[in-house]
């Protein structure tokens, strides 16, 4: 029988979806979404769905679940707001675990075979390296221009920036290493560096769904990493920034541009006092956009095929497997390197009565001396498929009540 979770374990599991990205899942019909909570859950919960949710309204109740480490956990929440993809709602006030019906990860069954490939081309650059995989997306800035003509590309960027800055620069980390402390900090970290005002301070939060802000917090780890002492940390803060602001620059702003997990350069812009107005969020967003095509197009003309790797068909040691998805390792090497959280994988599941073909994404890894684990979510898995899956592995025919409690998220 189910049993609710004190309110300890409660709030530590609630900052631990936040905190560990868990994805939690929604059921409606045989149709699955997958939401990650955008905030530390404090009195509310946001979260971004996969996908917007069919037919949701205000003060639709929602009932979720994710899997913590094996065990699975269901809540259930009154939707308060949903914009697009976008829901909050009032933060649960009751978790429940020890579920009659737990199709949580089982151990792989002995004649199944899994095999995996990439899903589009993957290289090993010389490039500064960050944690995570960044995809290549089309928004709508990106679909009106044209990534072959990088020259022209270029030409349009400036043309926009000059009506935002004083100056711009646009550097490139083939011929050149990050050697300043913002070229330093955009290499390590992949993000942002976001001055609005030389007369205030880092920003303290981040707007952005998937974050993209050099916060203050995180200048202040760099600090720290670089061996100032903490006690000192506040005074470089302010150093760093009155060092800009008497330079004569108002408003500051260093993009990264990210290709796959490469941080390959960055578009850094600046407005003079009593020039342009200081930087929005709005510029920010459009100069993201810019640095994609940018990466974009500089794939498109060859800037990165001497680093391609050959997209072999690989198998990986299965841990454990659920219908939603899978743990497998993988001995640490450069191609274990290549398998990044975000990245998509094409998967092949071979039984001896049927093979399913269906996509994962890794959506997180850890590793040891040895070698690295990875988590996969299916993605969009037929739904006949997934019955087949699910009655392979359990052991048991797939009903509609089963359903309702199908969990094992990685």
Same mark, same amino acid.
């Not at 509310?44 to 913590?68: E, N, T, V």
């Given at each position: ?16 979806? /936040? ?6 899942? /929604? ?24 996908? $917007?949710?069919?037919?949701? @309204? ?10 913590? !480490?094996?065990?699975?956990?269901? #809540?259930? %929440? ?9 829901? =909050? ?8 675990? +020890? ?14 075979? *899994? ?10 650059? =010389? ?46 980390? !083939? ?8 070229? !330093? ?16 301070? #880092? ?10 802000? &050099? ?5 202040? !780890? ?5 061996? *100032?002492?903490?006690?000192? *940390? ?7 920034? @009155?060092?800009? =602001? ?9 993009? $990264? ?5 490469? *941080? &390959? ?6 407005? +003079? ?26 794939? &498109? +003309? ?8 050959? +997209? ?39 039984? $001896? ?16 001396? %040895? ?26 025919? #797939? ?12």
């Amino acid at each position: 029988m189910a049993t609710p979770i004190k309110r300890i374990e409660k709030d530590f599991l609630l900052k631990s979806l /936040y905190d560990e990205q868990i994805p939690v899942m /929604y059921l409606k019909g045989q149709t699955q979404y997958i939401l990650i909570v955008e905030k530390p859950p404090k009195g509310q919960i946001f979260f971004k769905a996969d996908r $917007p949710i069919d037919g949701l @309204k205000i003060r639709r109740k929602l009932d979720l679940m994710f899997d913590y !480490r094996g065990q699975v956990i269901i #809540f259930s %929440v009154e939707v308060a707001t949903i914009k697009d993809e976008y829901i =909050s709602a009032a933060e649960p006030e009751f978790l429940y675990k +020890n579920l009659d019906r737990s199709f949580s990860r089982v151990a792989t069954p002995q004649d199944l075979q *899994v095999r995996f490939s990439f899903l589009g081309d993957r290289y090993s650059l =010389s490039y500064p390296k960050t944690n995570e995989f960044e995809k290549e997306e089309q928004g709508d800035l990106v679909r009106s221009l044209d990534p072959k003509n990088l020259s022209g590309l270029v030409d349009q960027m400036a043309a926009w920036i000059k009506g935002y800055a004083s100056g711009y620069k646009l550097i490139i980390f !083939r011929d050149v290493k990050p050697d300043s402390t913002e070229e !330093r900090l955009l290499a390590e970290t992949g993000k942002t560096l976001y001055l609005p005002s030389t007369l205030g301070r #880092f920003p303290l939060d981040d707007p952005f769904p998937k974050k993209r802000l &050099i916060t203050e917090e995180i200048f202040r !780890r760099y600090l720290e990493s670089t061996g *100032v002492d903490l006690q000192f *940390v506040d005074e470089a803060c302010t150093r760093f920034i @009155k060092q800009k =602001s008497e330079a004569g620059i108002f408003s500051d702003l260093w993009a $990264p541009i990210l290709f796959q997990e490469y *941080v &390959i350069g960055y578009i850094h812009i600046w407005a +003079n006092k009593g020039g342009k107005p200081p930087f929005d969020f709005g510029i920010i967003d459009t100069l993201y956009q810019f640095s994609k095509i940018l990466a974009s197009s500089l794939r &498109i +003309n060859g800037y990165f095929e001497s680093g391609k790797l050959k +997209n072999d068909p690989f198998d990986g040691k299965i841990i454990d497997i659920s219908a939603s998805g899978l743990l497998f390792a993988y001995p640490n090497s450069l191609h274990a390197s290549t398998l990044m959280p975000d990245s998509e994988l094409s998967v092949q599941l071979m039984t $001896p009565r049927r093979t399913v073909n269906t996509r994962a994404k890794i959506v997180r890894r850890y590793k040891d001396n %040895v070698q690295g684990y990875f988590g996969c979510r299916f993605l969009d898995m037929a739904p006949e498929d997934l019955r087949f899956l699910f009655e392979y592995i359990y052991g048991k025919p #797939f009903t509609d009540t089963d359903a309702e409690f199908l969990s094992g998220q990685v």
